[in-house]
C-alpha cells in the first residue's frame, strides 16, 4: 500500500522530450530575427551567442538556474551590441517563449495527469519555464514551484520542502517523478520524498547513487501505480 496523497511532478523530459523543442524554437527565433533585425545575423553566430551566454552565466552565479534571466539578458546585449534598442528584446524573447512552450506531451501524458489529479494533489516542480497555462495543463495542478521564482533549483532540498509546503500534506504522503538521477530523484530522497524515476531513454542507472523506490519508461505507467 503506497499510501500517498501528493504527487510532486518534474515537468521537461518527464512529460514530454524538452531538446527538440528547445532547438526547433532557437531556430524559429534566429529566423525571425533574420527578417526583422537583420543587423544581429551580421554581428552574432551561434559561437558568440555561445559564448555571450557562458559569460552571462559567469556574471551571474546566482542566477545560472534562471533560463529567463539568462536568456533575456543575452538578446539585450544581441540588440545593443546589433545598433538596436535593447527594448526589443523582449518581443524576441516573448516569440521564443511562444515557441518554447509548443511541447507535445508523452503519450498517455494528458490522461495521465487528469486521472491523477481527481485523486491526488499534483504540484509541479521545475528547473525550467514551461508556462503550464500556454501549454494547456495548468488546471491538471493545484499548484507549481520553479526554481527561478523561488530562488533555489533542485537538487537543493529548500526547493522540495518549499513544494512539500504548498502541498499541505505529509512528505510521507508524497511521491516525486522526474527523468533526473541527481536534480529529481537524489533531490527528492534527501529531502525524505519517495521517488519515481521516468526513464524514457531507457539509460542504466548511476551506480553511485541511490536508487529510486520506482522505475518507469512511459508516462502512463503512473495510471498502474498509483491509480
Do not use: Q
Request: glycine share 4%; proline share 4%.
Amino acid at each position: 500500500m503506497l499510501n500517498i496523497e501528493a504527487i510532486m511532478m518534474d515537468l521537461d523530459d518527464t512529460l514530454w522530450d524538452c531538446h527538440p523543442v528547445i532547438t526547433k524554437a532557437e531556430e524559429k527565433l534566429w529566423d525571425w530575427l533574420k527578417i526583422n533585425y537583420p543587423e544581429i545575423i551580421e554581428c552574432f553566430d551561434s559561437d558568440s551567442v555561445l559564448k555571450l551566454r557562458k559569460k552571462i552565466t559567469s556574471e551571474y552565479p546566482n542566477k545560472t538556474h534562471d533560463y529567463r534571466f539568462i536568456r533575456r539578458s543575452v538578446l539585450k546585449i544581441m540588440f545593443s551590441v546589433s545598433g538596436y534598442d535593447s527594448k526589443y528584446a523582449e518581443d524576441a524573447f516573448d516569440f521564443f517563449d511562444k515557441h518554447r512552450n509548443k511541447v507535445t506531451p508523452y503519450k498517455g501524458a494528458i490522461e495521465t495527469l487528469e486521472l491523477l489529479s481527481k485523486k491526488y494533489r499534483l504540484i509541479a516542480l521545475t528547473n525550467g519555464n514551461a508556462n503550464l497555462e500556454t501549454i494547456g495543463i495548468k488546471h491538471f495542478f493545484y499548484d507549481s514551484v520553479y526554481a527561478a521564482d523561488f530562488g533555489y533549483p533542485k537538487p537543493d532540498i529548500r526547493i522540495f520542502n518549499e513544494a512539500i509546503r504548498r502541498s499541505g500534506k505529509d512528505k510521507k504522503k508524497i511521491f516525486h517523478v522526474g527523468d533526473n538521477p541527481e536534480t529529481d530523484i537524489v533531490g527528492a530522497s534527501n529531502a525524505g520524498i519517495r521517488t519515481v524515476w521516468m526513464n524514457s531513454a531507457k539509460k542504466e542507472w548511476p551506480s553511485d547513487l541511490k536508487n529510486p523506490d520506482i522505475i518507469i519508461s512511459k508516462i502512463d505507467e503512473l495510471c498502474k501505480i498509483f491509480g
